[in-house]
């Protein structure tokens, strides 16, 4: 009974009609005699739309789904299977004008025709080779952008920040990932709860840089999270020339120690693959950086964005000691450049210069220096920047 | 032999369209020994072949003394006009790059510093030197017939001694039909370089000192280089050196180009050559054009007393003329553009004006 209330709905055009399996084949045979080849094909004993077909074969939900035990190759993709069907079309090839046939031709209705065999079999060729095709396109794989290796999401570019809710865009900003963990939380209803974390950094290349962190449950969903936080946390950092740093800065943040060197054009990033992606984003072109201890990602950025804001330029250093900033460069011969002079009084008694500079000698530099270190990895050639 | 006739059209230069006594041309064509036993800018060979000592004596004898390169006066005039432009002469050599060092300075630790770039700048202006062409060497030594057919190539024998100076060495060369004589001037410079290489010079002239190349350096304004290269590669007193150099000025003349030289110890020899050759129309333009008018009256000055018998030199002794009037006599008298050094003139002066009476 409830299996003929439902073979009803499937036939709308019968709903008034008081369903039976008996009563649909009588109507059948005696409306549309041509339909009767139709109505035997349609499931009237159990029909399932596709959605509850496709939910039982795809298996979404489920013990296995449930707390990360999915594996991902054994996940089936939903096809659509009525993509590039024709109301009208069918195994017998009849033309219903109207439907799949045009209704009217030069001002006649047309009346209902069949194609021959050959036309036929050439109409169902080419669907079956569009269906086909239609298969291969989904499965290229599309090529995406690698960042810092083929299977790591350190280093691959996030797009802009999106825009504020007062209109403003950030169309010069580039976002990188940073760093893409899995963290887990333990609940009391599910046990290990999955988030993933991720570390984004934001710059627009002349000096105006930040980052943040952002968690949520989808990886998307954090990628968002991070961006659109990172672009509220800016630090404006002072470049020389627009692509170094002012001095040699050597500092320690938490248990990461980093000591980078200013170096002349044309010498190129040559840091922690990290801190390049930092530089790039800020604007620095030429650094040399070491970074020694911890490699914790989150350390290392907050670190080198301190020490890099904390810098002291020229104009600063000349202003504190009241003394001209002349530089001298090796390819200028002896010739002084004056850099920067001090805003306020310009000091007469020198500054005192010893003969053993009172500096804090690094052991690893001393070793690099005498020729006492055996490292495969120092003055290694790789590529540029 | 074209050797000899651009001897004489080099004499030509120096004596004028005026006769003079022929002891004043080989005072002219002579070079005084002691100037040039002076420290010079290369590391030259200080000996000098013997027999122009010998003739160096005569020259003190002329009553009217023709002014050399190395004069001290001319010196000092070539000097100021060339101008002391620190940024240019320290500009970036190409090089691998090390990052720069700073310092605290006080005002006259910085003007201390500032002292010893413009000495360190003064020896690198040092002028080389402007000789006369070498006359070439065609001194046979020995024919022997005998040894005719029996060598199928030139041998070239050298004195290798360490401390004989480079003018003095001995190379003589047997050929194949037995003469043996004295190298030729390239022959020596050649072997010279084999045994006692300097840094900077090619055993054979590179190639950019072909015509065409030489061309293509002038449109890409690079007659520094060409010049530095030149004088690595060549003597001072070499046909290929002398005659290098003339092009380049002369391309400098022909489009103007006088401030590429400026600050460079190239243009004292610039300056000599265009008063040597009475052509300082385009120098003294340009100079005035750049508001350097006093060392456009130094550049007439040095005309003067190279041609004190020209027109213009016996007008400013008559007016006694001094700054931008001696300019203005020589233009009226000699130039070939007077015209237009008048004009540059007036315009510089009503530009002055203007200038000091906005300020």
């Known amino acids: 009974m409830a299996a003929a209330v439902r073979a009803a709905r499937c036939l709308p055009s019968l709903r008034g009609v008081p369903a039976g399996h008996f009563w649909s084949r009588q109507l059948a045979h005696s409306a549309f005699p041509a339909a009767s080849a139709l109505s035997s094909k349609t499931g009237t004993l159990s029909s399932v739309t596709a959605e509850e077909l496709w939910k039982g074969a795809l298996a979404e939900t489920g013990a296995g789904a449930r707390k990360g035990r999915g594996k991902r190759s054994k996940k089936k993709r939903r096809k659509d299977l009525n993509r590039g069907q024709i109301i009208g079309e069918g195994h017998s090839g009849f033309l219903w004008p109207g439907l799949n046939a045009p209704l009217t031709k030069n001002g006649v209705v047309q009346a209902i025709a069949q194609r021959s065999k050959e036309e036929q079999e050439k109409v169902e060729a080419d669907l079956f080779q569009q269906r086909e095709e239609w298969d291969r396109k989904r499965k290229i794989k599309v090529k995406r952008e690698r960042g810092w290796s083929g299977n790591t999401w350190g280093g691959m570019s996030l797009g802009p920040p999106d825009p504020g809710p007062n209109g403003e865009t950030y169309e010069d900003f580039d976002t990188r990932i940073l760093e893409v963990r899995n963290v887990f939380n333990m609940t009391a209803k599910e046990g290990r709860k999955k988030s993933v974390r991720v570390l984004v950094a934001v710059g627009n290349g002349r000096g105006a840089a930040g980052f943040a962190i952002g968690k949520a449950t989808e990886r998307i969903d954090a990628f968002r999270k991070a961006k659109n936080k990172a672009i509220h946390y800016l630090h404006y950092i002072e470049r020389y020339e627009d692509h170094t740093i002012f001095h040699d800065i050597s500092l320690r943040f938490k248990r990461t120690h980093i000591k980078m060197k200013k170096q002349p054009r044309g010498y190129g990033l040559r840091c922690h693959r990290a801190i390049i992606t930092i530089c790039r984003l800020i604007g620095i072109k030429d650094m040399y950086a070491k970074v020694s201890g911890s490699v914790n990602m989150l350390n290392l950025t907050r670190g080198l964005f301190q020490g890099l804001s904390r810098q002291e330029t020229h104009q600063q250093l000349a202003d504190k000691k009241g003394l001209h900033v002349v530089e001298f460069r090796e390819e200028c011969g002896p010739l002084p450049i004056v850099v920067a002079s001090p805003q306020g009084a310009l000091r007469k008694d020198p500054e005192p210069e010893e003969e053993v500079p009172d500096v804090r000698l690094d052991w690893e530099e001393v070793k690099a220096a005498q020729g006492m270190k055996r490292s495969v990895w120092a003055g290694l050639k790789r590529a540029a920047t | ?359």
């Not at chain 2, 002076?38 to 003739?55: F, I, K």
């Not at chain 2, 018998?309 to 007016?319: H, I, M």
């Open chain 2, 1 to 359: 032999m074209a050797a000899f006739r651009v001897q004489m059209s080099l004499w030509k230069f120096l004596m004028g369209s005026r006769g003079l006594e022929p002891v004043c041309n080989q005072a002219v064509t002579q070079l005084k020994p002691s100037a040039l036993l002076q420290p010079l800018p290369l590391p030259l060979a200080v000996g000098l072949p013997r027999r122009w000592l010998s003739s160096g004596a005569e020259s003190d004898t002329s009553k009217i003394k023709k002014p050399t390169f190395m004069d001290e006066e001319v010196q000092n005039i070539l000097i100021k006009i060339t101008g002391l432009n620190l940024e240019k002469i320290f500009k970036p050599a190409i090089q691998e790059l090390k990052p720069p060092t700073y310092k605290l300075m006080t005002q006259a630790q910085l003007e201390e510093a500032t002292r010893e770039a413009v000495k360190a700048a003064k020896v690198r202006l040092k002028m080389p030197p402007v000789l006369e062409e070498r006359a070439p060497i065609n001194d046979v030594l020995a024919e022997d017939k005998i040894l005719e057919g029996t060598e199928m190539a030139k041998y070239v024998f050298t004195d290798i001694s360490y401390n004989i100076p480079h003018r003095e060495r001995f190379i003589v060369v047997r050929e194949p039909s037995g003469t043996l004589r004295k190298a030729f001037w390239e022959e020596r410079d050649r072997v010279i370089q084999i045994y006692f290489p300097k840094e900077g010079r090619r055993v054979l002239p590179p190639i950019i000192f072909k015509e065409e190349n030489l061309k293509t350096m002038y449109s890409r304004d690079r007659h520094v280089d060409v010049l530095n290269l030149c004088i690595a590669q060549f003597e001072p007193d070499s046909t290929e050196y002398i005659k290098i150099h003339h092009q380049t000025y002369q391309d400098i003349d022909k489009h103007g180009k006088y401030d590429l030289l400026r600050s460079t110890r190239h243009f004292g020899g610039m300056a000599w050559y265009f008063v040597n050759k009475k052509n300082i129309d385009g120098l003294l333009i340009d100079q005035i054009q750049r508001d350097l008018t006093d060392d456009a009256t130094c550049l007439v000055q040095l005309y003067h007393m190279l041609h004190p018998d020209g027109p213009s030199a016996q007008e400013a002794r008559e007016q006694g003329a001094e700054g931008i009037h001696l300019i203005k006599v020589f233009a009226k008298t000699e130039a070939q553009k007077g015209a237009y050094i008048e004009l540059t003139l007036q315009t510089y002066q009503e530009a002055f004006i203007s200038h000091s009476a906005a300020s």
